[in-house]
């Protein structure tokens, strides 16, 4: 095969895409060979057919492509829904007895054998483990990304996935052997020290970096991401995470927590932020800091949660009754996403306005392995002032810009 391979798996809501597509990203990444994985879903949490497209190659690439060289079907529609993707060249692995197609594949009998090791839970990890063997991978980073991965469920599920594991691994040899398959991607050391991460984590850790110490959200895919991640280390960083009850709420909160002296960060898609547009006219009224991730998607009205658009950049740009200035920032990679929201909260809490970070589902759930983000340079810039017996808040200066005070921070006279 060429020096770049496209691998496809796809299977149900519910089967575990999720967990292969991080299993084959992290261990590859591992191995030292560039990655890129982007995957398109439905919204539903069981049923229907969800694809995860993971692409190695000897170079960088960062886009999603048609071509399947190597397909991992899961259920038996995967086939039939991918199956203007498929050509002669690729090459299906998967349980016959599952799939019951008449297309030429390399029949693997996953249910049979994780049955064995403990559940049909483990065909993932299986069908995974078969692609390591493909690509001859070392098994010591594969058994150390499941013990990892696994260890706090407890010893049977970690020693039940390195079985299965085993088992896949050995097939994918056998296939490697037999058909005598070989690849041109060589592993660069070069890519060692890099990071993989996906656009949701890239926009959380420019959030970090920029000083975030309050998050107000109503989870909405495809934005959630940058919730969860935040919300997850929110004790590590010192963050106050707050899921409202509705997006009136979010934004409200974060200008409260704007007035106190917080940096805080509201999260949303297009529909909730529709009912923020009052908040934004108060942000814009009171002269309020405030950061919004817009994480855009296709359709009016609830529209299309698990699909990628770009279509909200004039309601960023005009929402709002009245007049008042505002900052639209754009990433389109992930080292954009990461400096660029660190950024928007250091111009946010200068300039006193609304500032965007306009993203889409394929920036957020797209994984890609990069340099790490270079920090020595990066500073949090507070423009919050002393007050003192003069203070106005609303004073018309030079720059156009009035001094912002925060309660319990200089000059208050209680009477």
Same mark, same amino acid.
């Given at each position: 095969?060429?020096?770049?391979?496209?691998?496809?798996?796809?299977?149900?809501?519910?089967?575990?895409?999720?967990?292969?597509?991080?299993?084959?990203?992290?261990?590859?990444?591992?191995?030292n060979f560039n990655v890129y994985a982007t995957k398109?879903?439905?919204?539903?949490?069981?049923?229907?057919?969800?694809?995860?497209?993971?692409?190695?190659?000897?170079?960088?690439?960062?886009?999603?492509?048609?071509k399947i060289d190597f397909l991992l079907p899961l259920?038996?529609?995967?086939?039939?829904?991918?199956?203007?993707?498929?050509?002669?060249?690729?090459?299906?692995?998967?349980?016959?007895?599952?799939?019951?197609?008449?297309?030429?594949?390399?029949?693997?009998?996953?249910?049979?054998?994780?049955?064995?090791?403990?559940?049909?839970?483990?065909?993932?990890?299986?069908?995974?483990?078969?692609?390591?063997?493909?690509?001859?991978?070392?098994?010591?980073?594969?058994?150390?990304?499941?013990?990892?991965?696994?260890?706090?469920?407890?010893?049977?599920?970690?020693?039940?996935?390195?079985?299965?594991?085993?088992?896949?691994?050995?097939?994918?040899?056998?296939?490697?052997?037999?058909?005598?398959?070989?690849?041109?991607?060589?592993?660069?050391?070069?890519?060692?020290?890099?990071?993989?991460?996906? %656009?949701?984590?890239?926009? =959380? $850790?420019?959030?970090?970096? #920029?000083?975030?110490?309050? +998050?107000?959200?109503? *989870?909405? !895919?495809?934005?959630?991401?940058?919730?969860?991640?935040?919300?997850?280390?929110?004790?590590?960083?010192?963050?106050?995470?707050?899921?409202?009850?509705?997006?009136?709420?979010?934004?409200?909160?974060?200008?409260?927590?704007?007035?106190?002296?917080?940096?805080?960060?509201?999260?949303?898609?297009?529909?909730?932020?529709?009912?923020?547009?009052?908040?934004?006219?108060?942000?814009?009224?009171?002269?309020?800091?405030?950061?919004?991730?817009?994480?855009?998607?296709?359709?009016?009205?609830?529209?299309?949660?698990?699909?990628?658009?770009? %279509?909200?950049?004039?309601? =960023? $740009?005009?929402?709002?009754? #009245?007049?008042?200035?505002? +900052?639209?920032?754009? *990433?389109? !990679?992930?080292?954009?996403?990461?400096?660029?929201?660190?950024?928007?909260?250091?111009?946010?809490?200068?300039?006193?306005?609304?500032?965007?970070?306009?993203?889409?589902?394929?920036?957020?759930?797209?994984?890609?392995?990069?340099?790490?983000?270079?920090?020595?340079?990066?500073?949090?810039?507070?423009?919050?002032?002393e007050t003192n017996a003069d203070y106005k808040r609303?004073?018309?200066?030079?720059?156009?810009?009035?001094?912002?005070?925060?309660?319990?921070?200089?000059?208050?006279?209680?009477?």
């Open positions: 095969m060429k020096d770049e391979i496209s691998i496809v798996i796809c299977g149900e809501a519910g089967q575990g895409i999720q967990t292969v597509e991080s299993f084959l990203v992290k261990v590859l990444k591992s191995a398109e879903y439905m919204s539903r949490v069981r049923g229907g057919s969800n694809s995860t497209e993971i692409r190695v190659s000897s170079k960088k690439v960062s886009a999603y492509v048609e259920d038996k529609d995967a086939i039939l829904y991918l199956g203007n993707r498929i050509s002669k060249k690729t090459i299906i692995i998967g349980d016959m007895e599952i799939l019951k197609t008449d297309r030429n594949i390399i029949d693997v009998p996953l249910n049979t054998l994780s049955q064995k090791i403990g559940g049909a839970i483990y065909s993932n990890i299986i069908a995974g483990s078969i692609l390591f063997g493909i690509f001859n991978i070392d098994i010591g980073p594969i058994n150390n990304y499941l013990k990892t991965t696994f260890s706090s469920k407890g010893d049977e599920i970690v020693n039940n996935n390195l079985e299965a594991s085993r088992v896949g691994y050995e097939i994918g040899k056998s296939i490697c052997d037999s058909r005598k398959i070989s690849f041109d991607i060589e592993p660069s050391r070069a890519i060692k020290n890099e990071i993989i991460l996906s %656009g949701a984590e890239a926009i =959380a $850790l420019g959030a970090i970096a #920029g000083g975030c110490n309050f +998050i107000s959200a109503y *989870p909405m !895919t495809p934005s959630t991401g940058v919730f969860t991640f935040l919300s997850q280390h929110a004790k590590e960083f010192r963050i106050i995470s707050e899921q409202a009850e509705d997006e009136i709420s979010v934004m409200n909160m974060a200008l409260g927590a704007w007035y106190m002296g917080a940096r805080a960060l509201v999260n949303t898609s297009g529909g909730g932020f529709d009912l923020m547009t009052e908040g934004l006219s108060l942000a814009g009224m009171i002269e309020s800091p405030v950061v919004i991730n817009l994480a855009q998607r296709p359709g009016p009205s609830t529209g299309l949660p698990t699909r990628t658009a770009q %279509g909200d950049l004039e309601m =960023a $740009l005009y929402s709002g009754h #009245g007049e008042f200035p505002r +900052i639209i920032l754009a *990433p389109g !990679t992930l080292e954009d996403a990461f400096y660029l929201t660190q950024q928007a909260f250091n111009l946010a809490d200068k300039f006193q306005v609304p500032v965007f970070i306009m993203s889409d589902q394929n920036l957020a759930d797209s994984y890609n392995n990069i340099s790490p983000f270079k920090l020595d340079k990066l500073k949090i810039d507070h423009a919050i002032v609303y004073a018309i200066t030079k720059s156009g810009i009035s001094p912002r005070g925060i309660p319990g921070f200089g000059y208050a006279d209680l009477y």
